[in-house]
């Protein structure tokens, strides 16, 4: 046996390469998992042959098999000393085995039989938790349905007791067998010692409302149960006698202003969840009827010392009379830590009364057709909320009211937008009837002498008036505020495009829709100009903090960028001040041209006249500057015209005047030294041909020498008459090319007057 173990195996090319035997295996193949417990031989071989041929398979664990069988005996071979002793060792095992498995089986019966009566009492303890859980369950129910029971009998029992209560406890009278007759350990020691019996019905009710409470709590976790079912008619008729007698307690309460009986009363309407027929009825048997007085339903023109649809004596009058009849119990509702902040009688009683008097008797009070009835009943009826508001004991109650139903449904009735839509067309109307007319109209006694000593034009006191109307207390509806500013921004834009076009077709000649612009004279755009400034410095000045004012509830952010786009439409009207200039500056200029074309005479004064130098200026020079000396001497000017737009206006003036005057100037003497040129080369010609000798000097001068000493004596006038409007006119460019052109070479280079 030894030399069979010892005898080598043949030995395959791999062993002799040196490559480990485990290593050849495919990838498919994976020994280790022959040694899991849960090895299963068929299903790893049907989970292989679905992917690997059965000869495949078969040949590679019949070389795993021989590949262990020579790891076996390499094992074997390797300790082969201690695996021929071991069968030396084991003496008597047998024995041993028979002696071990006596005691095991024993103690494993013995586990047996203790497992099973765990299992016995386990399962006998889990049914009886069972039972005991479904005994409390039905007792809870049990439990349920009794307390249900006692409830709907104390509520029943303490409902009887109100009939035995004398009807007129209002009389305060009672005698003491009554009142030590009534059951359910409700005592009238309170009434023994003065307290009224309407209070002790109030305390009555109010424990009734308590124990309906808990009534409906028991009925919610109840239902579907045919013992409650059966006593739903029992509690339908308890729950209407006890509002029946509640309301009639709490009616009583508020005729007789019994403030702790209401208190009760009010506790018992919170705790059976029926706020709203509390409010109901204190509408109904309070406010309805002072309100049906102050505004009666169906009532068309007076009614009390109020006229037409006006509301603000009608609030006047509600006012004083909430002050009066229901100060009372609004200040009992809103008692701190007393529960009864769920009622709303501001709102579900009085405002609603309020309302729905207002659309009976007064429905034109919500009409936008008439703006200034509807503005001043929109104001009042904010006053009247701001009055109830002023109930309120915290900023929470404020936000609670606006958030009521009816205060949201009241201030729907006011329809800002139509009441905007309609001043827009009045203002914007107002502000283009004005605009468009052909001509425009010197202010006369204006009726609004603030601002009419100011301004001169009637198309300029009309923006005037419209954008004040815009920020008037008559006419502003502050929750329309970004409306009127929009619309404020959009006149200034008007009459800025109005002035814009008129200039823009004053230029072209295009006069449709703009005939003011064609026939405007020059003191006209100083009066706009005059107009400009008055509305810019009104506009971004005094008015625009009175803008401020009314919006000083908004936040600074909003509060900037209503400034930014007032002082922007300012500007927008402040930027056409140097185009309505320059139109002043054009017709002037205009009607000074006219005077210097004049100058093309001097040509046929010395052309071939031989008429000697000139010694002093003509007589057209005087009249060059008169048109812009007589709009500077005019009482429009010395009235409407600043110094710095004097100054702005002259300078435009002279030196567009100037060019002017160079250009007619300069071609002037371009044509007459070509002219001269011509003739000279004439008479050499002539010459020749005579066979006179050409080369006489002609010591005469020249006709051009004599335009251009006239000119010289033209411009050294009107330089000085510039200098009379204070306009140096070295330092006119062109009057510099000017002097160049018609001064001698000795004197191009020092201007002198």
Not at 23 to 38: G, I, M, Q, R, V
Not at 181 to 204: A, D, K, P, V, Y
Not at 233 to 249: E, F, P, T, V, Y
Not at 725 to 732: E, M, S
Request: include cysteine; charged fraction near 25%; hydrophobic fraction near 40%.
């Amino acid at each position: 046996m030894a030399t069979d173990l010892h005898s080598p195996l043949p030995k395959s090319t791999t062993d002799l390469f040196g490559d480990p035997i485990e290593d050849s295996h495919p990838l498919w193949l994976n020994p280790s998992k022959f040694t899991d417990a849960e090895f299963d031989p068929e299903s790893y071989i049907s989970d292989l042959r679905t992917f690997v041929p059965f000869d495949t398979l078969r040949s590679e664990l019949r070389s795993h098999l021989g590949a262990l069988k020579h790891e076996l005996v390499e094992l074997i071979n390797r300790d082969y000393v201690d695996f021929v002793s071991l069968s030396t060792k084991l003496v008597d095992v047998e024995a041993a085995v028979v002696r071990m498995r006596a005691p095991l089986l024993e103690i494993k019966e013995k586990i047996l039989d203790f497992r099973g009566s765990v299992d016995v009492s386990l399962a006998a303890l889990q049914s009886r938790l069972k039972q005991r859980s479904q005994a409390n369950e039905a007792r809870e129910v049990l439990e349920l349905l009794l307390d249900t029971f006692h409830v709907v009998s104390k509520v029943e029992k303490l409902i009887k007791e109100l009939p035995s209560v004398p009807a007129d406890w209002s009389s305060g009278t009672m005698s003491s067998t009554e009142k030590g007759q009534l059951s359910n350990g409700i005592s009238f020691q309170h009434s023994e010692n003065g307290t009224s019996l309407r209070e002790t019905q109030s305390m009555l009710l109010e424990r009734i409302a308590s124990e309906m409470n808990r009534l409906k709590f028991y009925i919610t976790h109840a239902q579907n149960m045919p013992f409650v079912e059966n006593m739903v008619k029992r509690i339908q008729n308890a729950s209407l006698l006890l509002d029946s007698s509640l309301g009639h307690c709490f009616a009583d309460g508020l005729e007789h202003q019994d403030e702790n009986a209401i208190y009760n009363c009010l506790r018992a309407y919170a705790a059976i969840d029926k706020t709203s027929s509390a409010e109901e009825i204190f509408r109904s048997a309070v406010v309805a009827q002072f309100i049906q007085k102050i505004i009666s339903h169906g009532s068309t023109g007076s009614v009390n010392g109020s006229s037409g649809d006006e509301l603000e004596q009608d609030y006047e009058r509600i006012k004083q009379h909430i002050e009066d009849d229901c100060k009372f119990l609004l200040e009992i509702s809103f008692t701190e830590n007393s529960g009864l902040h769920v009622f709303s009688f501001l709102a579900n009683s009085i405002l609603k009364e309020v309302l729905s008097a207002i659309q009976k008797g007064k429905p034109g009070a919500f009409s936008p057709g008439r703006p200034v009835e509807f503005l001043k009943n929109y104001k009042s009826s904010l006053g009247f909320l701001d009055y109830l508001e002023g109930y309120c004991p915290s900023r929470s109650a404020v936000a609670k009211l606006r958030e009521e139903t009816v205060y949201i449904d009241f201030m729907k009735q006011w329809n800002t937008g139509v009441y905007f839509s309609l001043r827009f067309q009045e203002i914007a109307g107002a502000l283009d009837s004005a605009l468009t007319t052909t001509t425009l109209l010197r202010s006369q006694n204006s009726s609004n002498q603030e601002y009419s000593q100011s301004l001169a034009l009637k198309q300029s006191i009309s923006l005037m008036d419209c954008l004040r109307s815009c920020w008037r207390d008559d006419v502003l509806v502050l929750s329309c505020s970004d409306k009127f500013l929009r619309l404020f921004l959009q006149l200034l834009s008007r009459y800025s495009n109005w002035l814009s076009a008129g200039l823009n077709a004053r230029k072209t000649g295009n006069a449709s829709g703009n005939e003011w612009a064609i026939s405007a004279a020059p003191n006209d755009f100083l009066y706009i100009i005059h107009d400009i400034n008055c509305l810019v410095d009104e506009v971004c000045g005094d008015y625009l903090g009175h803008v401020l004012e009314l919006l000083k509830s908004c936040s600074p952010e909003v509060r900037d960028l209503v400034k930014q786009g007032i002082l922007q439409g300012g500007n927008s009207l402040k930027v056409l001040q140097p185009q309505l200039i320059n139109s002043i500056v054009e017709t002037l200029v205009e009607k000074s041209v006219e005077d210097l074309r004049q100058l093309k005479g001097i040509t046929a004064t010395y052309r071939m006249t031989n008429k000697p130098l000139p010694v002093r200026h003509s007589p057209y020079v005087s009249a060059v500057l008169r048109p812009l000396k007589a709009f500077l001497e005019a009482e429009q000017a010395a009235t409407y015209l600043t110094q710095d737009l004097r100054k702005e206006l002259v300078h435009g003036a002279a030196f567009e005047i100037t060019r002017r005057y160079y250009e007619l100037a300069s071609d002037l003497v371009s044509v007459a030294r070509k002219t001269e040129s011509s003739l000279q080369k004439i008479r050499l010609g002539a010459q020749r041909r005579a066979g006179a000798s050409s080369d006489v000097s002609d010591h005469n001068v020249s006709d051009t020498d004599k335009i251009c000493m006239q000119l010289l004596l033209d411009i050294q006038e009107y330089g000085r008459n510039l200098a009379s409007l204070g306009v140096d006119a070295a330092d006119i460019p062109t009057y510099r090319s000017l002097w160049q052109c018609v001064a001698p070479s000795d004197k191009q280079n020092t201007i002198s007057f």
